[in-house]
């Protein structure tokens, strides 16, 4: 198989850096699917307390055995994903009716998520059915997870909701 250019030259800076000790490996899995591709992330930086460490690639693991160092264009644009200035790094929110969407603070994002959720789980909580059977359920919330959740968040999320008495979820816990 031939190697691009590109990737010929990708690899020569890497090798360089690698030698003069400037180039962290981190075994990690793509998020993008059940899948489950191994990926390698290469950072920046020599671990030094002054310094940020920066992402500046990422590639299939070859000695991965699900994918063998291969990856989907997906899986492929991690990269992409990680360094963009268009990644959302802040809540917002879009008020009824509004069309555009705000910036909103941590702490105020979050007391509103527990307002909401209150007044929500308070107004549809069912205690029984029809037929009188307890059943403790609130059917006015669903939580849908995303494909980037790992393992622990999800089971924090099933917990949480569980709690709640929510019926209602998916997640990605299948990674
Ligand atoms: S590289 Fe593609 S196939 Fe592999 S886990 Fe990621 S999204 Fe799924």
Same mark, same amino acid.
């Given at each position: 198989?031939?190697?691009?250019?590109?990737?010929?030259?990708?690899?020569?800076?890497?090798?360089?850096?690698?030698?003069?000790?400037?180039?962290?490996?981190?075994?990690?899995?793509?998020?993008?699917?059940?899948?489950?591709?191994?990926?390698?992330?290469?950072?920046?930086?020599?671990?030094?307390?002054?310094?940020?460490?920066?992402?500046?690639?990422?590639?299939?693991?070859?000695?991965?055995?699900?994918?063998?160092?291969?990856?989907?264009?997906? =899986? /492929?644009?991690?990269? @992409? &994903? +990680?360094?963009?200035?268009?990644? *959302?790094?802040?809540?917002?929110?879009?008020?009824? =009716? /509004?069309?555009?969407? @705000? &910036? +909103?603070?941590?702490?105020?994002? *979050?007391?509103?998520?527990?307002?909401?959720?209150k007044k929500s789980r308070d107004?549809?909580?069912?205690?029984?059915?029809?037929?009188?059977?307890?059943?403790?359920?609130?059917?006015?919330?669903?939580?849908?997870?995303?494909?980037?959740?790992?393992?622990?968040?999800?089971?924090?999320?099933?917990?949480?909701?569980?709690?709640?008495?929510?019926?209602?979820?998916?997640?990605?816990?299948?990674?």
């Open positions: 198989m031939e190697i691009s250019r590109r990737s010929q030259d990708t690899r020569c800076r890497l090798v360089g850096l690698d030698k003069i000790g400037l180039l962290t490996r981190l075994r990690s899995t793509c998020p993008y699917c059940s899948v489950s591709c191994g990926v390698i992330i290469y950072t920046l930086g020599d671990k030094a307390k002054n310094v940020t460490p920066q992402v500046i690639h990422v590639e299939g693991d070859p000695d991965h055995p699900i994918n063998r160092g291969t990856l989907c264009p997906k =899986g /492929a644009s991690l990269e @992409q &994903d +990680i360094l963009n200035e268009r990644r *959302l790094l802040k809540p917002q929110v879009r008020r009824p =009716g /509004a069309t555009d969407w @705000q &910036d +909103i603070s941590w702490d105020d994002a *979050l007391n509103e998520i527990a307002r909401w959720v107004d549809t909580f069912v205690e029984k059915d029809q037929q009188g059977r307890t059943v403790n359920r609130c059917e006015g919330v669903a939580f849908t997870g995303g494909c980037t959740d790992t393992n622990e968040f999800n089971y924090l999320v099933v917990k949480t909701m569980r709690s709640l008495g929510v019926c209602y979820l998916e997640n990605q816990a299948r990674v």
